[in-house]
């Protein structure tokens, strides 16, 4: 059932260009500038006119959220929040008219975010969710909600989940977005056709980086903590790359907003620290540049993720690893691929137990 692979989360990492694909199947058509959810058609006016979104999740499936939350301000204008589905539930929380909630998860079990939807509900706030499982508790306690249809996600480390969470998201900001008019309509126009080449630009990024990875895979082995730094939508990438070494290599990792490291963990760098940038070309990019020079200066290895072609950051990191180019907003999906890719390999050099890490189940039913 592992497909001829050697552990579940390398089959379901690199099943992703064809699970990503499945998610856009039926709901995006690229020639007509189409996107269709039926699961959430019924509140299309509901969300468009929402004073507020509040999305709530846990783990990896909050850093979806993450992603949301930037792409729902920026493409769509609608102030957006995001809570743990913990901090939510014993919280007093002000739920003011005409928010929308969306709940984040893969499972539909996770215990916290159940309990956070329901209060949610209570106070009267419209819920929609994002599941993987079909049928399952928060499915069915939404109002209405659409499905990733990544398949069954065996790997305790969730990958294919977190990438078809990702390509929910951006259909819906888009569809939001041009519904509401907050986004021009060549505009709009342009990414959809963008967006439709994502499934195979993360198989040509599997392709392409695997080389990189391995390398920087041997040398950073035997470290003892690492740091990953990413700003704007690229932060969530930042945090869910640093769990993903921790689950399953028991390295201790952090991720941080690049620009907050001189705020505190710039103290940690020293020649044994690995700093993990993602560096796509984008508004903040020459911001990226200082980030790097001051983790050099301080005799840090830096491995650096680059848009294709980028020679300016290849010089100055220690590792490179190229993404091939793509616009600026979809640069997540692909960033995340060679960081699931990067923990696995240095997993099974630590000769970790892959498939199921110490401490930890695939659903936290418990709180
Ligand atoms: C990390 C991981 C967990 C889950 C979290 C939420 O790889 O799998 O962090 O993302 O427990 O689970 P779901 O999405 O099922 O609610």
Known sequence: EKGGFEHFM???????????????????KAEEAYIKLGGIRDYIDEIISAKRIL??????????????KYLFEDLCGIPTDIDFASEFR?????????????????SGETADTIVAL???????????????????????LTDAGVYTHVGVEIGVASTKAFTGQLAIIYMMALLIAKEKGSLEYEKYRHLVEEFDQIPDKI?????????AVEQISAACRTASSMIYLGRGLNYPIALEGALKLKEITYIHAEGYP?????????ALIDENMFVVFIAPKDKTYEKIVSNIQEVKSRGGKVVALVTEG?????????????????DKIFTPVLNIIPLQMLSYQVAKLRECNIDQ???LAKSVTVE
């Open 203 to 211: 198989e040509q990024t599997l392709k392409n980086t695997y080389t």
């Open 118 to 140: 329901e209060k949610a509900k209570k106070k009267g706030a419209k819920v929609l969710g994002i599941c993987n499982v079909v049928g399952s508790s928060i499915a069915r």
């Open 357 to 359: 890490p110490r401490n």
């Open 310 to 326: 980028d020679k300016t950051i290849a010089k100055m990191a220690d590792y490179t690893i190229e993404i091939p180019e793509t």
């Open 10 to 28: 390398l089959k379901e990492i690199m099943e992703q260009p064809r699970t990503f694909r499945d998610c856009l199947r039926g709901r995006l």
């Open 90 to 106: 014993y919280r007093k929380v002000v739920i003011t008219e005409r928010t929308v909630v969306l709940g984040i998860s893969q």
């Open 258 to 266: 690049a620009a907050e490291m001189k705020h505190g963990p710039i």
């Open 55 to 68: 999305i709530i999740a846990c783990g990896t499936s909050y850093h979806a959220g993450l992603v949301a």
